[in-house]
């Protein structure tokens, strides 16, 4: 008469590899189809306790596009928890010099703030440039 809620348990996810080109794509709208990928959000097995997700990864990490005067105006913030240790870098600069960070930070903002986030951010892999690491997986092309 009652149907029970399904709900995923760790045993029973399957996780697909996918690979995601950063070119001329707008950072916020791609972060948040990665956070769903990596999350599970887009499996109708989808449980908020557990990680079900699929890996990504990112390649041409520096030719990711931001809207407006985000290039030269937007800034990220990290402290060392010293007395006078705070660091402000441009989107330009880290772009420049790690632009893998950028795709990481804004992925991570839009995870949930709880234990599972250390563990759903590890199936993230960014890379700058065309190439991976991780041919051996036999990555599916992924165009959201």
Known sequence: MFMKTYSLK???VSRDWFVLDASDRVL??????????????????????TDGGDYVIVV?????????????????????????????RTFKDL????????IENAVKGML?????????????????GPSHDHESQKPKNWNP
């Open 28 to 49: 916020g709208r791609l972060a948040t189809k990665i956070a769903d990928r990596i999350r599970g959000k887009d499996k109708p097995s989808f449980t908020p306790h």
């Open 60 to 88: 041409n990490a520096e030719k990711v596009k931001v809207t407006g005067s985000k290039f030269t105006d937007k800034k990220y913030h990290t402290h060392s928890l010293y007395p006078g240790g705070l660091k402000t």
């Open 112 to 128: 949930p703030k709880n234990k599972l986030r250390k563990e759903i951010i590890k199936k993230l892999k960014v890379f700058r």
């Open 10 to 12: 760790k045993e029973d």
């Open 95 to 102: 772009n420049e010099k790690n632009p893998e960070k950028i």
